[in-house]
């Protein structure tokens, strides 16, 4: 075995997971916060991704991104008020159902306000070459690292792992999982529960904006463009098997199924072509059946 | 928008004769079901008689439709270049407007043996897709056949978050040519800026879907000396009859003057036909579907403005196409050959 | 004060008791009043005519309707009654299309007969995690499943015919009628869906039914009811796939050909819609859901073609928009949907001029 | 001498170091209406869950008409006639009283296959379950969904559904807590009927001191999960021991 | 100034059950008052209609007015009244499952500062040992009595000035009831809290509070003062098992409950 393949495999495989392990944080942080899984977090990378490109046609790539952020957040935080909080304490299908609903508008609305087809980033005009954040790209002994990869470790894993830390060391970690189980007991006990929730979601929108917009290749070229979707559905079978309702659960499981993609697309897909598409819905499957609370996830209470 | 231009012009010149050419616009949204629903729809509302040229979309939906087809004996062509539907004795009135994969695929092969000969290396990526797998055993059989090498095979799905992986097994098999098949710029780009990124010295080719300045765009740099397949002229090749027809119309109209994509092209070159087919129809006195299969056959030499080379069908399809090279600098694809027949290898 | 009394007791009575009914035998029937009954048998006797009355392509919609009011009532036993979310009914549909069309012709009945059987077994092991899963893991679990079996479809060649799917010959025939005519599919779909409808009704307010609601509302004292929780989860599974194949059967025989695209996750979104717009609850809101959302693009598409063609590029963009919007609205509007807007016109003129 | 219905020995069992249950032995008979007492925390509701077979003792026996129960599904035991009542509401809050109550009905009337529905069978399961309904003073309600009605009807419904179902036992967890005095004095009026005509064998779980001494022919009083007095009610009140540990000083 | 002032409130659900028809109370500053009644009297509306949680159970104020230390606050939002400072310990029980007793505590504390948080938690668990040995157990695995005791050292620290309880004493064992009792009254004797107390069991809550309201079928329908209530017949007989009524075991047979007049 070619051990510095292996090697270059297994690092592009986390810089991937990276952005998995951000998006899946957001996403759980939601679930977290709300019980609602977000089934149109694929269309908030999308919108985020788009934000991205649209503020790149006027600045710096890098500043664009940073300047997409709030529009995000702020986003996340009109989702939340017009189409979440009106079914709060609703059953879980139909909240499943209205966010659904969400993807369904999210997705047409983005069709027609940016157009059916892909985005290259800053450039308004076919004429155009695309931006570009500064090439970090490296090569050592074999192993090459291209620079998103290297980008994509360096802003987002770092943002995942602050989000862990910041639910487990502030007061609104305990305040968000209050919240998430009850919203009358935690009115009643004098808990700003609008706020809390309105915040998960925002930041939930914010990181899908990092993730979709890396995924969409802001640091190399390409850009936003409808097939995003596709590639935010890998949000799912991360989140399960990280847990589901465990953000850190979450962050590992992202790093893991990049690793694993990678190392699928290396070694099985000349065997089975199309599995590597597969195997994440299958560990899906396994985990549920074998271990339902996922790496890191929460048992349930069952008592009378 | 190309079928409306198309439509105008042919309305402006007084329709065909002397009645107005109509289109009948129904979306689908790229579902079999719809479509079928959507088929049977305008099949209905439209007295079958009049109705002498179906559109289509996917290979999918033409298959669905098919049988339907082939009882009306209603004329079809599809944005579709799959080699089952080119076949005649299956599908007596389905039209190619262009070449098949194969065709397309081959026209590559024939570069390749141009530019390096027997034991040239080839690397074959394509989406596991029905369009992606479509001529890949052709390129198989006939690259055995002209004694290349495939070196390597990459199933990919329609698109990809990291092209790492891919460019990983490039580097192991070192080959000179990679052939692309079966995406729509979803993952051209992100290939070979990683490949570039990465050293990988290899030509790139694409085929028709390829073709798009997009590619650049998104690209960059990378992207030149990539080799494509197209068989209509570019939007910017104001030396076509045709770029000339379409600018002038959309001047007239006073529709915006900027680039406009492949598809345009060929939807407009596919529209341009079927109109002087039915304006060959009329004039025999034979607006009718078997009128229109005949008029279709029997064009002959006509050329569409440039836009093809002619329409001698060889078994339904049209199989020459040219082959360009990505030009970066200039923003543009330069053809590298005139037509050439994908078919003979 | 025992006035008061009374009158909130009538309260109850007239909001949950519709009519007090002489009889338990009348209270459990079908349509208990004559006027139900003639209703009842006008509605069949409609359906029968209709194929007499309308052309093709009208018809062509309705069986699509058919086939999405049996799809959408499977998952109904699922969701509104057992409570067991499913993002995978579009799989069964599919796992129904590719069996019965290896049995088309004459045998057209029984091939969609298979294919029920066929897809309710998968549907048994689908069940299984669901047994040790609820709520969202179980909405993922199906997610997952859906997209498994799309895998598959495009995979086993020689069962699906891969990403190329299957074709039904153009002349096929059942019992000498044309099986390319819209109008017998639709007596096709109508023979199987009529005495679904019932049964599953039925079920619903039976046995079944009440094992599946106790389920869903709280499974641990299901189990101390004496409700056998294995038993009733994977029959409810199990029954929504029959549905679900047997939808599938039809739309195969309806389109002419099956092909992966017709089973994806939109589908079975779509299924999941029928069910949440008809209003969870009833089999009646089955049947409105599927009629609801099977028209909104052919309205969109009639409204978009009155603008002219240049609007008909944007609508399939505009298409989800509208599918959307409408979900959200029922949602937050009218969370039991059709069935609950009826009720809620009904109640308002019952209780007219008084609401409390 | 009644005959032995149900046989506790000797259960053990505990969650991470919490002690619920510690050697607990006891046995009710035939006719009994046997109360379980304790301060909060003692292992009563942890008691009937080993009984209903919800929790798995770490160690000892439930004989169930001279049968052991090891292994056996709560549902199968329900089907033997183990009914229950729980602490904190666990009615199907979206199903009317009436299907409620008819779901603990089959169990007394016998089901059918629950695929193919049988009418007849359909309508004795109704009438059984009106009976109840009626004899509770619940017909008012039979349509109204369980969810919406007021505590105290909510937890009416419980028995009824739970009587239905004709247990030869009932296990009630705190059937009384919340309800007014009068209230408590029917519940136990119905209990007593129910006791009486349908030879319903009951352990009650209860804090209501009064109630319990009133209503019971034997007590069983926990703390920590050990049994520390067992025996008439009359007895309760002057064991030191239990004053300390549940009466406090009121006692 | 920590009162409450209801007038006339009518409360309905669904926008057709109307719970509460027209109830009047008031409890002083300082003062607490017991409510009383049977099953779907409307107590718990009461409550919840107090401190703004009426929404949440799909019911709305009606009519009638609720004055909180001198504001109006019938439809204000769960938040603005917790911030006037009353704190309401609904039904049910409802604590958080998935917190550990001492995160459930935390969550409760949010707006102190933790020198004070502490302080108080650790009174709390003085009064109550079995939460302190049971702290790191998340919520949903206590027995109905500890969720009932941690429901209490919750409302504790959110240091209200106003406390709504309802039913503290459910499922709670003789001697335990006795110490949430002397806690509730150590707490109004030391801090000036005004209490509103829901409660069946009516000789504990008559031994702590001054003024009793019994209500019926959404109304008020007795209120005076604890000496006047216990000197009640129908109060003796329905809620303090008087001398009319015989024990559990002869209780007459149905008896249908005598309408207050
Ligand atoms: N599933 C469980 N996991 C962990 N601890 C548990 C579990 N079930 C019960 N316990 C603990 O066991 C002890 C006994 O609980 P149980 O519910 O039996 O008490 P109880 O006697 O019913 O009290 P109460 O009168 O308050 O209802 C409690 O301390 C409780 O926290
Ligand atoms: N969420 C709700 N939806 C509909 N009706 C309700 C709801 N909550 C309460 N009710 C109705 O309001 C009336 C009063 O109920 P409430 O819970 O206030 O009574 P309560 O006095 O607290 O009784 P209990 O002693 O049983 O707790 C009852 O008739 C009940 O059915
Ligand atoms: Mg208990
Ligand atoms: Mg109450």
Known sequence: MDFALVIQTALNGLANGALYAVIAAGFVLVYRATSVVNFAIAEFMLIGAYLTYTMSLFFPLLLAILLALPLAFLFGVLVERGFVRPLLGRNVVAVIMATIGLASTLDGTALILWGPDQKAMGAADVAQLPKEVPNLAFSLGGVFLSSKAVWSLLLALPLALLLVGGLKYSRYGVLLRAVSESETAALAMGINAPRVVAIAWGISAVMATVGGAFLAGAAGGGGPGHHLVLLGLIVFPVAILGGFDSVPGAVVAGLLIGLIEAFSQLYLESLLPGITQAIPFLIVLLVLLFRPYGLLGQHRIERV | DAFRDAADRINDAGGIGGRRFELVVEDDGYDVARGTAVFNRIVQRESPEELVFVYGNSTGLSKALAPEITRLRLPYTATSFSNELADPQTYPTIFVFGPTYNDMAGALLQQIRRQRGRGAKIFLCYSNSEFGRDPIPFIKEQSARLGFQIVGEEVTPLAIADATPIVTKLRQAQPDFVILQGYVLTVEPILVRAAREQGIRATFMGTYYSAELALMQRAGAAADGFIVTYHNAYYYDTTVPAVEQIRALRRAKGRDLSYRTTYYMGSWMAMDVIAEAMRRAAAAGKLTRPGMIEALEGLGDYNAGGQARNMRWVSRRLPFTKLWRANVRDGRFDAITDWVDGSKL | ?356 | MARVLLEAQDLHLSFRGVKALVGVRFSVSEGDLFAVIGPNGAGKTSLLNVLSGLYRPQQGRVVFLGEDLAGQSPQARVRKGLGRTFQNLELFRGMTVLDNVKLGAELAVGGYTDLAPKAVQEWKIRRHAEEVLDYLHLSPYRHAPAGALPYGLQKRVEVARALAGRPKLLLLDEPMAGLSLEEKQDLARFLLDARREWGVTLVLVEHDLKAVLELSTGVLVMSYGEVLYQGAPAGVRENPRVAEAYLGRSA | MAEINVENLKVVYRGVILALQGVSLRAGAGEAIALLGPNGAGKSTLVRALSGLLPQYDGRVLDGKIVVNGQEANHLPALKVAELGLTAILEGRPIFRYLTVLENLRAAAHKLTPQRQKEITDEIFTRFPRLYERRFEQGGYLSGGEQQMLLLGMALLTEPRILVVDEPSLGLSPKLTEEVMRVLNELRRDKGLTLVLVEQNARAAFAIVERVYVMEQGRVVFEGTAQEAQADADVMEFYLGGAVAGGFAEAKRYRRRKRWV
């Open chain 3, 1 to 356: 004060m025992y006035r008061l009394s009374q009158s909130l007791t009538d309260a109850f009575s007239r909001r949950f008791s519709r009519t007090v009914r002489e009889d338990y035998r009348q209270d459990e029937a079908y349509a208990s009043t004559p006027q139900g009954r003639f209703w009842l048998a006008v509605a069949i006797v409609g359906l029968l005519l209709l194929p007499l009355l309308l052309p093709q392509y009208p018809m062509f919609v309705a069986t699509q309707i058919l086939v999405a009011a049996l799809a959408g009532l499977g998952l109904h036993l699922l969701v509104g009654g057992a409570g067991q979310i499913s993002l995978g009914q579009a799989a069964f549909v599919g796992i129904g299309a590719y069996t019965s069309s290896h049995l088309s012709g004459d045998l057209a009945p029984l091939g969609i007969l298979a294919g029920g059987l066929v897809a309710a077994l998968i549907g048994v092991v689908l069940g299984i995690p669901s047994l040790r899963i609820k709520g969202a893991y179980l909405a993922i679990a199906t997610l997952a499943f859906q997209f498994l079996a799309d895998y598959i479809f495009k995979r086993w060649t020689d069962f699906t015919g891969g990403v190329a799917g299957r074709k039904l010959p153009a002349e096929g025939t059942m019992l000498g009628l044309s099986l390319a005519d819209d109008r017998v599919i639709f007596y096709l779909g109508l023979f199987f869906a009529i005495p679904m409808f019932f049964y599953a009704k039925r079920l619903l307010s039976t046995r079944a039914g009440r094992a599946w609601f106790a389920v869903r509302d709280n499974d641990l004292s299901a189990q101390l009811s004496g409700v056998d929780l294995v038993r009733s989860k994977l029959t409810a599974f199990a029954l929504s796939a029959f549905y679900g194949g047997i939808a599938g059967g039809i739309l195969m025989h309806l389109i002419g050909a099956v092909t992966p695209e017709n089973f994806v996750l939109s589908f079975s979104i779509q299924y999941l819609a029928i069910v949440i717009v008809g209003g969870a609850g009833t089999v009646l809101g089955a049947v409105l859901g599927a009629f609801f959302i099977v028209l909104i693009p052919e309205v969109l598409s009639v409204i978009a073609g009155a603008f002219g063609p240049q609007y008909v590029a944007q609508l399939s963009a505009w298409r989800s928009v509208a599918f959307g919007v409408l979900i959200l609205l029922f949602l937050i509007l009218e969370p039991r949907g059709l069935v609950g807007l009826w009720g809620r016109i009904r109640d308002y003129f019952r209780t007219w001029p008084l609401p409390y």
